[in-house]
């Protein structure tokens, strides 16, 4: 996601990006995290979808994060430090993590990311975001493009504790397909939609047992999401969202 800086200490980064990339500029961040920028091992590097990959990081000792969190990755590009946060995807960092990337082949970073073999070493910063799973009893998962990154892992973490999730996914072209029929086969209720489908059906369904919503995407999908929720009569106010511009 390139474009404007913006702050990403709140519970929303509110930046116009270009919707063509999933690489999501620096800005400073008065919040410490809890681990400071180190060189970190990759483990492999997956392909997870139309001009996606799922990079997993061996994770060092002192790191914990919650799948919704994100980090700080830097590379160096043409002799420059070049850093974007990238959202963990998987549903937990026991031993491992995975950030979910978007490749533009016109980005300065992802496609260096997705050249990344076993055994290179990437930069890694964190964790940030406030708007992650913090064990609720149910989940509802309403993802925009990217936004199935965080989706998706908060919907597997729930499930391995015992709780419930829904997705409702809206992408032309879907990425981890496969865990989303993984889940469907654990009981969970998932909807994937193209980019002009309407939401308002799907979220009344995925909402109707209530559940701590999350919502992950760009603008306009935040803005069609919470049309469908208050038409299913949710209350908006304690979501937690992350709006990626």
């Not at 996601?1 to 990339?21: F, L, N, Q």
């Not at 994937?192 to 919503?213: I, K, N, P, R």
């Amino acid at each position: 996601m390139v474009g404007e800086k913006a702050s990403v200490c709140g519970r929303a980064r509110a930046i116009v990006y270009d919707p063509t990339t999933t690489e999501i500029p620096l800005s400073p961040c008065s919040n410490r995290p809890d681990m400071d920028e180190r060189s970190l091992t990759v483990a492999a590097v997956r392909t997870v979808g139309p001009d996606a990959v799922a990079i997993d990081v061996e994770t060092p000792d002192d790191f914990t994060a919650q799948p919704g969190q994100f980090v700080k990755l830097t590379l160096e590009v043409d002799g420059e430090d070049e850093s974007r946060f990238y959202t963990i995807s998987s549903p937990d960092v026991d031993g491992e993590f995975e950030m979910t990337v978007g490749i533009d082949p016109d980005g300065e970073v992802a496609p260096q990311l997705a050249d990344l073999e076993a055994g290179d070493a990437v930069r890694i910063e964190g964790p940030f975001g406030s708007d992650y799973y913090e064990g609720e009893s149910r989940a509802v998962l309403l993802a925009g493009g990217p936004g199935i990154g965080p989706a998706i892992g908060i919907a597997e973490r729930a499930v391995a504790d015992g709780n419930e999730a829904a997705v409702v996914y809206q992408d032309d072209a879907p990425i981890h397909e496969d865990r989303l029929d993984a889940l469907r086969e654990q009981g969970v209720l998932v909807h994937v939609l193209d980019g002009e489908a309407d939401l308002t059906e799907s979220v009344a369904e995925a909402t109707s047992a209530g559940g701590q919503v999350f919502i992950y995407g760009f603008a306009d999908f935040l803005d069609d999401a919470t049309a469908a929720l208050e038409a299913a009569g949710v209350d908006t106010e304690d979501a937690k969202v992350e709006n990626f511009g």
